[in-house]
């Protein structure tokens, strides 16, 4: 067991039992008060422990690491240390918070100088995501689009079940959570049109997913194995892959994603890494026909993370609208991340990979809303008494995730965003 993990540990700062932050997480971030500018802080209940102030302090000194890490605009320099230094650090951080640790808690001045309420800070990116590739990994979602636009009989193209689907994206359109997104503009065409005409995307929707963040790279030529893909993962974030399902249903014959996903993604701003997520680990879905060998692992490698998604209308209020969980995925990540670099592609401090929407077996766990109501035939119901096919502008779509076990809950906040109306 990572020591960090041990659900026999408690810490000195009072944590609600329904916190995504208790001291077996300690996730990872970036942030910025009126009176610090940014820099590394780990989340603890309420609070933020500012990583800047606690290196000033000498406090990780037994650690072969320059101080000044914890005092960048992003992660990208941190994680670049490798997963020895990342638990490590997160090692020392929990003993510094456990209730039987007085080097902090001892000192009323530097609790105050090292604490920092959440709600007082500004979350900000916490990595520079120099490549961004979304995946098609959920065959519960696949099988849905490929029922509603293909024969339902044969839903899942032929390569499905031979290769973790995906694409390139655009990575400098990547947001974090609080950060409004405008409805694009782009090119549709109606089925009774002969011709595309150009305007704002009239249907809008998320795409519930999860996405992994590298932290350790490769040179042109070399490939990871699903066994040795762990050592290259950091952690893990909440994403919302957000989908102009008009634009793209128009453009993406014959090379795939284009400007209907370009316009905006949004993630949560702490950055659970891999090590907290242990406890999370089950066996994924039987993979039938078997991998290809270099696709091929041991151990678990899915998660039990359950996931939520609920819709906020303009002073409204928010509405649950689908329940998942990241342990349906077909493919895992440590296949996803073999796959993508056996073609000898370099892989990168901060790279992004998203799983692809999210979705399960039943109605009320699909993870778009083009599942959810059918292509819109079925729309639902909100708490207002309004009804939504698509996301509307003013809504606020909001993500929320965690893992439970024992009593210990490890969550990641919330990826919350707003929909503006077109430019």
Partial sequence: MVKANDPSLHSWIEIAPESDFPIQNLPFGIFRTTTRDPRVGVAIGEYIL??????????FELIDIDPTIFHRPYLNDFISLGKPVWRAVRNRVSHLLRNDNEEISGNSDLIRECLVLQSDAEMLMPVKVPNYTDFYSSIEHATN???MFRDPKNALLPNWKHIPIGYHGRASSIVVSGTPVHRPNGQTKAAD??????????????????AFITGKETQLGESITPDDATDYIFGVVLFNDWSARDM???EYVPLGPFLAKSFGSSISPWVV??????????????????PLPYLEYSGNHNYDIKLEVLIKPESGEENSICRSNYKYMYWNMNQQLTHQSSNGCNIQVGDMYASGTISGSEKDSYGSML????????????????ERKFINDFDEVIMRGYGERNGIRIGFGEVRSQVLPAL
């Fill in 193 to 210: 049109a002969d011709a595309p005409t150009f305007g704002p995307s009239r249907l809008l929707d998320f795409e519930l997913e999860v």
């Fill in 248 to 250: 793209q249903t128009w």
């Fill in 50 to 59: 500012d990583l800047c102030v606690v290196a000033q302090h000498n406090l």
């Fill in 145 to 147: 689009v490929g029922t």
């Fill in 371 to 386: 599942e959810l109501t059918w292509r819109g035939t079925n729309p639902i119901k909100l708490s207002d008494g309004t």
């Fill in 273 to 290: 890494t891999l090590d907290a997520l242990e406890p999370f680990k089950v066996k994924g879905p039987v993979q039938d026909p078997k």
